[in-house]
C-alpha cells in the first residue's frame, strides 16, 4: 500500500444528499425517486461537529451478526426491481488479505453475501458493521436502493475517490471498497505500528488531530468558510479525514435535503442515517439501577457475600 495510494483516499467526494445519487462533480445531485428514506428525520439540533459519533460506538465490531446485517438489508429493500441485484441479494467471490496494523487477515471464499463481508471485515478491521452500513448508504445510497447501477458497487464507500479526480481504479468493487474503506477509517487513527520507520509513516493522527481545534471546511470551494471545530475523538477524527468537510447552518436545516450552495452533506448525513436507523450516537452515561447488596451476618469468621448491582449504558467516549 503505497502513501500516495493513502493520501488520495484523504480527498473525498461529497456524499449523495439522501435519495440523490452522486455525479462526477460530488456537487451537482439528481434525485432517485424509487429510493426510499428514512421514515423519520433525526434531529439535527443534536449533531455535534466535534464528536459526529462516539469512539465506542464507531469501533464496535461486534455491534451486528451476519444474520442481524442481513435482516437489516432485507427489511430496508423487501423488493428489489427486477433487472437489478440490490444490496441484500449481493454475492462476490473474495479473496484472502494478509494482516497489518489496521486489519486483521481476511480469508477470501466463494460466493460470499454482502451482509458476510460487511461482517468479516468489521471483525477484521475493528470498525463497526453498523458503521459500515452507514458508510454505504451516505457514499451511494446502496442500503435502500431498489435499482442500484454496477458504479454503486463499483465505488461503494467512495475510498480512493478524491474530489478533483476519477476513483482510484485498484480499489474498484464492493469488496475491495469495504475493506479498503474500513482500512482507511482505522488508519487515520495512526495505530501501533504505523508513523516514521514503518511502511505507514504518513503521521495521520496530526491531521485535524484530537483534542485539538480545527478549522473544518464547509465545502470544497474555501470561499464558504470554515468553522472551528474541537476534535474530541477518533471516530469524528477519521470521519472528517474521510470527508473533510462540516455542514453549514443551511445544510442542518434541511434534515435529508439540499442545503445552499456551500452545502457539504456527507458528514450530516451519516448522523442522519446513523440516528435514524440505530440511536443515538452517542453512547450513554452508565447509570445504577440497582446497587449493589451485601448479604450476610457481619461478624468474626463470617462471609459476606456482595451482588454486582444493575446498570445501564455504556461509556461515553
Same mark, same amino acid.
Given at each position: 500500500?503505497?502513501?500516495?495510494?493513502?493520501?488520495?483516499?484523504?480527498?473525498?467526494?461529497?456524499?449523495?444528499?439522501?435519495?440523490?445519487?452522486?455525479?462526477?462533480?460530488?456537487?451537482?445531485?439528481?434525485?432517485?425517486?424509487?429510493?426510499?428514506?428514512?421514515?423519520?428525520?433525526?434531529?439535527?439540533?443534536?449533531?455535534?461537529?466535534?464528536?459526529?459519533?462516539?469512539?465506542?460506538?464507531?469501533?464496535?465490531?461486534?455491534?451486528?451478526?451476519?444474520?442481524?446485517?442481513?435482516?437489516?438489508?432485507?427489511?430496508?429493500?423487501?423488493?428489489?426491481?427486477?433487472?437489478?441485484?440490490?444490496?441484500?441479494?449481493?454475492?462476490?467471490?473474495?479473496?484472502?488479505?494478509?494482516?497489518?496494523?489496521?486489519?486483521?487477515?481476511?480469508?477470501?471464499?466463494?460466493?460470499?453475501?454482502?451482509?458476510?463481508?460487511?461482517?468479516?471485515?468489521?471483525?477484521?478491521?475493528?470498525?463497526?458493521?453498523?458503521?459500515?452500513?452507514?458508510?454505504?448508504?451516505?457514499?451511494?445510497?446502496?442500503?435502500?436502493?431498489?435499482?442500484?447501477?454496477?458504479?454503486?458497487?463499483?465505488?461503494?464507500?467512495?475510498?480512493?475517490?478524491?474530489?478533483?479526480?476519477?476513483?482510484?481504479?485498484?480499489?474498484?468493487?464492493?469488496?475491495?471498497?469495504?475493506?479498503?474503506?474500513?482500512?482507511?477509517?482505522?488508519?487515520?487513527?495512526?495505530?501501533?505500528?504505523?508513523?516514521?520507520?514503518?511502511?505507514?509513516?504518513?503521521?495521520?493522527?496530526?491531521?485535524?488531530?484530537?483534542?485539538?481545534?480545527?478549522?473544518?471546511?464547509?465545502?470544497?470551494?474555501?470561499?464558504?468558510?470554515?468553522?472551528?471545530?474541537?476534535?474530541?475523538?477518533? $471516530?469524528?477524527? &477519521?470521519?472528517?479525514?474521510? =470527508?473533510?468537510?462540516?455542514?453549514?447552518?443551511?445544510? !442542518?436545516? %434541511? +434534515?435529508?435535503? *439540499?442545503?445552499?450552495?456551500?452545502?457539504?452533506?456527507?458528514?450530516?448525513?451519516?448522523?442522519?442515517?446513523?440516528?435514524?436507523?440505530?440511536?443515538?450516537?452517542?453512547?450513554?452515561?452508565? $447509570?445504577?439501577? &440497582?446497587?449493589?447488596?451485601? =448479604?450476610?451476618?457481619?461478624?468474626?469468621?463470617?462471609? !459476606?457475600? %456482595? +451482588?454486582?448491582? *444493575?446498570?445501564?449504558?455504556?461509556?461515553?467516549?
Amino acid at each position: 500500500m503505497s502513501v500516495n495510494s493513502l493520501r488520495r483516499g484523504l480527498r473525498r467526494l461529497l456524499t449523495s444528499v439522501a435519495a440523490i445519487a452522486v455525479v462526477a462533480s460530488g456537487l451537482v445531485s439528481v434525485n432517485v425517486a424509487t429510493e426510499a428514506q428514512p421514515a423519520a428525520a433525526a434531529d439535527l439540533s443534536q449533531f455535534r461537529a466535534g464528536n459526529i459519533i462516539s469512539d465506542s460506538l464507531f469501533w464496535d465490531s461486534n455491534a451486528m451478526t451476519v444474520a442481524q446485517i442481513q435482516d437489516f438489508l432485507n427489511a430496508k429493500v423487501p423488493s428489489c426491481q427486477s433487472g437489478y441485484v440490490c444490496l441484500k441479494d449481493y454475492r462476490e467471490t473474495t479473496w484472502t488479505t494478509t494482516a497489518n496494523p489496521m486489519c486483521a487477515a481476511y480469508t477470501g471464499a466463494a460466493n460470499e453475501t454482502a451482509a458476510t463481508i460487511i461482517f468479516k471485515v468489521a471483525k477484521a478491521c475493528g470498525v463497526s458493521q453498523k458503521a459500515i452500513l452507514v458508510m454505504l448508504q451516505k457514499e451511494q445510497g446502496l442500503v435502500t436502493h431498489t435499482w442500484p447501477s454496477g458504479w454503486r458497487y463499483t465505488a461503494a464507500m467512495g475510498a480512493g475517490c478524491p474530489d478533483t479526480a476519477a476513483c482510484d481504479s485498484d480499489y474498484y468493487g464492493f469488496f475491495n471498497q469495504v475493506r479498503y474503506g474500513s482500512y482507511l477509517l482505522k488508519r487515520y487513527t495512526q495505530p501501533p505500528g504505523t508513523g516514521p520507520g514503518t511502511w505507514w509513516d504518513t503521521r495521520f493522527d496530526l491531521m485535524k488531530p484530537v483534542g485539538r481545534v480545527s478549522q473544518i471546511q464547509y465545502h470544497p470551494n474555501i470561499a464558504c468558510g470554515t468553522q472551528d471545530v474541537y476534535i474530541e475523538n477518533q $471516530a469524528t477524527h &477519521a470521519l472528517y479525514l474521510y =470527508t473533510p468537510y462540516t455542514p453549514n447552518s443551511a445544510a !442542518l436545516a %434541511a +434534515g435529508y435535503s *439540499t442545503g445552499d450552495g456551500c452545502s457539504a452533506y456527507g458528514n450530516r448525513n451519516f448522523f442522519n442515517y446513523y440516528t435514524d436507523w440505530f440511536g443515538s450516537t452517542q453512547a450513554s452515561v452508565p $447509570a445504577i439501577t &440497582a446497587y449493589p447488596a451485601i =448479604t450476610g451476618t457481619a461478624r468474626v469468621g463470617s462471609t !459476606l457475600t %456482595a +451482588g454486582n448491582g *444493575t446498570y445501564s449504558g455504556s461509556p461515553t467516549s
